[in-house]
């Protein structure tokens, strides 16, 4: 069974940082894409970061310079790095495991950033 589980959510400023994680089990992690999405009420749920197994991370363009994603194969977690955050910024951000339909999804994290 597959789990994921985020965390580190919360209320910061605007210019300020948070880190999110997930943790994840139930699959074969190390060649696993993983990624970060986000999604406010009203709205598609949008790519944030991705992580490939072998590649190199992509991430949307809204972010690009802010916000990093990195993975530990061992601990089976991925993170989130926010920073320099802006009001846009605030969503429901969630980890996905996989690239297929529908793939395999947290229960999500809220990020609040305050102007």
């Known amino acids: 069974q597959v789990q994921l589980v985020e965390s580190g959510g919360g209320l910061v400023q605007a210019g300020g940082s948070l880190r999110l994680s997930c943790a994840a089990s139930g699959i074969i992690f190390s060649t696993t894409t993983m990624g970060w999405y986000r999604q406010v009420p009203g709205k598609q749920r949008e790519l944030v970061a991705t992580?490939?197994?072998?590649?190199?991370?992509n991430y949307a363009d809204s972010v690009k310079g802010r916000f990093t994603i990195s993975r530990d194969n061992a601990k089976k977690t991925i993170h989130l790095q926010m920073n320099s955050l802006k009001p846009e910024d605030t969503a429901v951000y969630y980890c996905r495991a996989g690239t297929g339909v529908p793939g395999y999804w947290g229960q999500g994290t809220q990020v609040t950033v305050s102007s």
């Open positions: 992580s490939t197994s072998g590649g190199g991370p």
